[in-house]
């Protein structure tokens, strides 16, 4: 029988406020033992800021173990550009409830939404499974409030992504999030980076 | 028992060098018979002027032990067709360690947009580099990361690209690499590029 060893690492990158214009470019991880990773990726918009261009993501690798010569980009994506609005919160939103009350309405079901708390690593993505009410609307989320987002703002595009590699034939891996596509249209966005590895096989 | 991955970075395969339009440059083979997988990176930039067929980037394995009667290609790419412009020059002195500089000949194409690649041709040729744009803004241009060396404002700046690849080894015995720039196949000719490709190398130790 074989047993697989995984780690939750440090996230590549912490839940953070990156500013319109900033550039976030990780520290170089060393994956030279490392079988394979799942990268998770977690974004929102927290600006209004009119026809906003998108943040880049993007995750490299380099054919050396040190300098910043040879990255190459292994996966690279843009976030949504659509536009953003703040939602105000009236009611619910606390640790372990799953409604919150919010003005004006979200969009799809199954949609996430994002609340960014005072405490930015306090801030929460959460996704819609039910909506009712006519204005605030009550919004029924799939799993209960993590922190207390009761005194949050609210944002209403924000996007998950997973992303698996292959790590048999890589060294070492950065993340990169480029914020700065634009002099003019960027926008604060909230984002977040963890990885998973496959560290061992015995 | 347990398995450990043991992954080599290998002497560049393809050291940096110009593949002039109409040749082609092939790497030493490899042993890969201990090998599980491979991972392969590319670096090309258009030094010619134009509409490039873009070279063809290979990697080749052989069915036998020896000889060079049984190459065939497991990967072939060909690159995004990277326009020329040869004669570019920088316009303004640009610093080891700049993140920031400033061009106002060339920075109206696309070639130069957010995520693009560009190659910095320098006249000490050993002293040519990539680098990521994050910014396009003229005058002043962002980069990823901080540029390596020194490049005059008569020096070029064009249009470059990377890639990384990886390729299956576990049935195989023997690779190499190719790079064929002698071809035209579609739209465009060949033109002069600066390639550079790396090899990394994984086998597998149980213990």
């Not at chain 1, 520290?27 to 880049?56: C, I, R």
């Not at chain 1, 003005?103 to 819609?128: M, Q």
């Not at chain 1, 924000?158 to 790590?167: M, N, P, S, T």
Request: charged share 15%.
């Amino acid at each position: 029988m074989s047993n697989l060893v995984k780690t939750v690492q440090s996230e590549q990158a912490s839940i953070q406020l990156v500013a319109a214009g900033a550039n976030v470019t990780g520290a170089a991880f060393d994956v030279s033992t490392k079988f394979s990773g799942t990268y998770l990726v977690d974004w929102a918009a927290v600006s209004t800021q009119a026809t906003p261009v998108a943040t880049e993501f993007c995750i490299q690798t380099s054919q050396k173990d040190t300098g910043n010569d040879t990255w190459v980009n292994m996966f690279t994506w843009l976030s949504s550009s659509a536009l953003a609005a703040s939602l105000t919160i009236s009611a619910g939103g606390t640790v372990g409830v799953s409604t919150i009350t919010l003005t004006p309405t979200l969009g799809a079901v199954n949609v996430y939404f994002f609340l960014k708390n005072g405490t930015i690593g306090n801030s929460e993505w959460s996704r819609r499974i039910n909506l009712s009410g006519g204005g605030p609307f009550v919004v029924t989320v799939e799993d209960p409030f993590t922190n207390d987002q009761s005194g949050a703002t609210g944002w209403n595009v924000a996007e998950r992504y997973k992303y698996d590699i292959d790590f048999s034939s890589i060294r070492r891996t950065r993340v990169c999030i480029n914020n700065a596509r634009s002099a003019t249209l960027a926008r604060d966005i909230v984002a977040r980076v963890a990885l998973i590895t496959c560290d061992s096989i015995s | 028992m347990s398995i450990t991955l043991d992954k080599v970075i290998q002497v560049d395969p393809i050291s940096m060098q110009i593949v002039t339009a109409g040749s082609s440059v092939l790497s030493a083979e490899y042993d890969v018979s201990q090998t599980r997988v491979g991972r392969v990176f590319f670096d090309i930039a258009n030094i010619g002027n134009g509409t490039p067929t873009p070279p063809k980037l290979e990697v080749q394995v052989s069915q036998k032990a020896s000889g060079n009667d049984a190459w065939v290609v497991c990967l072939q790419r060909m690159p995004m067709q990277l326009q020329g412009s040869a004669g570019t020059t920088l316009g303004v002195n640009v610093f080891a360690n700049d993140l920031f500089f400033n061009v106002t000949n060339v920075w109206t194409t696309a070639g130069y947009l957010p995520q693009r690649w560009i190659f910095f041709h320098d006249a000490v040729f050993v002293n040519s580099e990539w680098a990521n744009v994050t910014l396009f803004a003229s005058p002043t241009t962002t980069v990823r990361d901080p540029i390596q060396f020194n490049h005059l404002s008569t020096d070029g700046l064009v249009r470059g690209a990377r890639y990384s690849y990886e390729v299956d080894l576990s049935s195989v015995t023997r690779m190499r690499i190719a790079v064929y720039n002698n071809s035209t196949r579609g739209v465009g000719a060949p033109l002069d590029h600066v390639v550079h490709v790396g090899l990394i190398l994984t086998g597998a130790v149980t213990g």
